[in-house]
């Protein structure tokens, strides 16, 4: 029968104190817990003073932890920002183009109205459009500007009406044919327009350069009362164009007008509308009675 394992440490004595005290401390570490466990079920807020040194001590911890968290959240945040960035601005600056637009036309119409109701004490209404159609195509870089729209005769279009887009006055009908139309585009050397800026009565004339671009060439010579980024509306003298579409803004002072940015790109624009010339939806003149006719 094998012996027994010897249990004992021996006859080293400092394992025997080893031994001992380590007994020792486990007893007395168990009597510390759990006196402290009674004293704290019995006052809660003794150990309030040591939780809060303790809560002290590891603040700094902490809130070096909580602004990583904020930072890194930050940089995702910034990350998705730069992602959706270019839509977004794409977006924004498209309707802010269209917002300014609308608003100069407003300015305009409210212009028109308290001068034909000073004159005349007439109020006029915005014609319904002859149709609403698709621009096909435009030139890009001939000297002439053209482009073609997916309307014609079929759908009542004639040559000189006048065609716009929500942005402006785009050009005015030159040749027809069943299904389909060609107009002339404002920024064409050959495009003449009666103009007037959008504030007041300065007139003037605005020719296309060719490239985008129009040459504002005022009426009634003397000191250039004109400034950057004044917007310029149709006048309606002439009766092709109904006054008050919107047409270019100013970019740049001439000795006798400006040049002029095309506020309705062509490249930019889907649709467009096709109105009656000015001259055929005026009312006709009323004609003389025979009373008045006689001596």
Do not use: C, H, W
């Not at 809660?44 to 890194?72: D, H, L, N, W, Y």
């Not at 803004?249 to 000795?255: A, E, I, R, S, Y």
């Amino acid at each position: 029968m094998a012996t027994p394992p010897n249990r004992r440490s021996g006859y080293s004595r400092r394992a025997q104190y080893s031994t001992f005290f380590g007994y020792l401390a486990g007893v007395l570490g168990a009597l510390i817990g759990a006196a402290l466990l009674f004293i704290s079920i019995g006052n809660p807020g003794i150990f309030s003073g040591p939780r809060a040194v303790a809560m002290q001590a590891a603040e700094p911890a902490g809130s070096g932890t909580a602004r990583t968290r904020e930072a890194g959240r930050d940089v995702i945040g910034t990350i998705r920002g730069y992602a959706l960035a270019g839509s977004k601005f794409e977006a924004m600056r498209k309707e802010l183009a269209e917002a300014k637009v609308r608003l100069v036309q407003a300015e305009a119409v409210k212009a028109e109205n308290r001068r034909l109701k000073r004159l005349l004490g007439l109020a006029t209404m915005d014609p319904k459009p002859v149709a609403v159609t698709r621009l096909i195509s435009s030139t890009a870089s001939s000297s002439r500007r053209y482009a073609n729209i997916g309307a014609g005769e079929a759908q009542g279009i004639a040559k000189g009406m006048p065609v716009r887009s929500p942005l402006g006055l785009v050009g005015r009908v030159v040749e027809t044919s069943r299904s389909s139309s060609r107009i002339l585009l404002v920024s064409d050397s050959q495009s003449l327009v009666p103009v007037r800026r959008s504030t007041d009565n300065v007139a003037a004339l605005a020719q296309g350069r060719g490239d985008g671009t129009l040459q504002i060439r005022l009426i009634d010579l003397g000191i250039n009362p004109l400034k950057k980024d004044d917007v310029f509306v149709t006048s309606g003298a002439g009766g092709l164009y109904r006054s008050g579409i919107a047409i270019g803004v100013v970019t740049k002072l001439t000795p006798d007008g400006a040049l002029a940015q095309v506020l309705s790109d062509p490249a930019a624009t889907d649709f467009v509308l096709i109105d009656k010339a000015s001259a055929l939806t005026a009312p006709p003149a009323p004609s003389a009675s025979p009373a008045e006719d006689g001596p």
